[in-house]
């Protein structure tokens, strides 16, 4: 069983970028499909972006194609969103999650396992 601490969120102006972590502890990430989720104030959990566990395909959710990129460090076991400019409408609560059922999904219920998120705030 793999645990998931998400870190670098934060408040940021628009245009601004971050680049969240997602920390693995327990098992290997490069045994697991990643994904990024996040959810606004009175808002369902969307799919934003996953990455295979081969590293070799990645799909974005089309709001954020071009300003946002997964990344992998298997030697420090983590998962990095990098966000660039940055948008009001990307506030929300961001949560990495882990899959070992289907390759870069984005349904939620495909993940396995879940970190406790990272407040994103951009300000206008």
């Known amino acids: 069983q793999v645990q998931l601490v998400e870190s670098g969120g934060g408040l940021v102006q628009a245009g601004g970028s971050l680049r969240l972590s997602c920390a693995a502890s327990g098992r290997t990430l490069s045994t697991y499909d990643m994904g990024w989720f996040r959810q606004a104030p009175g808002k369902e959990r969307k799919f934003v972006g996953a990455n295979s566990r081969s590293g070799l395909r990645t799909y974005y959710e089309d709001s954020v194609k071009g300003r946002f990129a997964i990344s992998r460090d298997n030697a420090k076991n983590t998962v990095y969103l990098q966000m660039n400019s940055l948008k009001p409408e990307d506030t929300a609560v961001y949560y990495c999650?882990?899959?070992?059922?289907?390759?870069?999904?984005?349904?939620?219920?495909?993940?396995?396992?879940w970190g406790q998120g990272t407040q994103v705030t951009v300000s206008s």
């Open positions: 999650a882990a899959s070992t059922v289907v390759a870069a999904s984005s349904s939620l219920r495909d993940y396995n396992y």
